[in-house]
């Protein structure tokens, strides 16, 4: 059964203060795995996809990375409006193109 | 530029009553539609998903149904809601590839 774990389940950070989510996953095949970021009351937000291990995507302060495990969502020097919960959700090759199974997220918080 | 609407943004119903959740997506044609739940401390779990219009495909056995009567209208509906739907209800939609994009949800309670 694929399965997406990520932790820390909250994390508290000062602003400017760097650090990574991970996002671990096991999958029959991986397809891509994306990263959202949800607001509170708010639907989520697309951020990346990354298909291949090796492969970073880059915007603003964040930084994805992937490897055959996990993958981690590096914040470089956050701000207070970075606060939100970041979903990490992989879809399977098996799966087709409808099901992404997601992970239940970190809730990250940046206080100024 | 495409956008996904849902309707109404917080409801509150008796258990027992009926519902009926709405999604219409504007800007793009043929697109695959889907209703996800997400439960207080839990991840998004996918309900229903449609490829085109009358075809629905149920991913969980539950309280629920879904209809697409429409090419960019996806609804969800119940006879009788029970207490374990209360939730955060997240239409999306996206294209041939994974990426999805969500709409704004709709924050149920049944009481």
């Known amino acids: 059964e694929d399965q997406v774990t990520q932790s820390p389940e909250a994390l508290r950070l000062q602003e400017g203060e760097s650090s990574s989510l991970n996002c671990s996953y096991t999958v029959s095949g991986l397809r891509g795995l994306f990263w959202y970021r949800q607001d509170p009351g708010k639907g989520p937000e697309f951020l990346f996809t990354l298909y291949s291990a090796g492969e970073e995507k880059e915007k603003e302060r964040l930084k994805a990375t992937l490897t055959k495990k996990e993958s981690f969502l590096h914040i470089t020097a956050p701000k207070p409006e970075d606060s939100a919960t970041y979903l990490c959700?992989?879809?399977?090759?098996?799966?087709?193109?409808?099901?992404?199974?997601f992970g239940q997220g970190t809730r990250l918080t940046i206080n100024p | 530029s495409q956008t996904i609407h849902q309707w109404p943004a917080t409801l509150v119903q008796p258990v027992g009553s009926p519902l009926s959740l709405e999604c219409t997506v504007e800007?793009?044609?043929?697109?695959?539609l889907y209703w996800y739940r997400q439960a207080a401390g839990r991840g998004l779990q996918l309900l229903f998903y449609?490829?085109?219009?009358?075809?629905i495909s149920s991913e969980v056995p539950q309280n629920l149904s879904a209809s697409r009567p429409q090419d960019r209208q996806f609804i969800l509906s119940s006879k009788k809601l029970l207490l374990s739907d209360s939730g955060f209800y997240l239409c999306?939609?996206?294209?041939?590839?994974?990426?999805?994009?969500f709409g704004p949800g709709t924050r149920l309670t049944v009481l």
């Open positions: 800007g793009t044609s043929n697109p695959n």
């Open positions: 449609s490829v085109g219009i009358g075809q």
């Open positions: 959700a992989v879809q399977a090759t098996k799966q087709g193109a409808q099901k992404l199974v």
């Open positions: 999306a939609w996206s294209l041939s590839s994974g990426r999805k994009f």
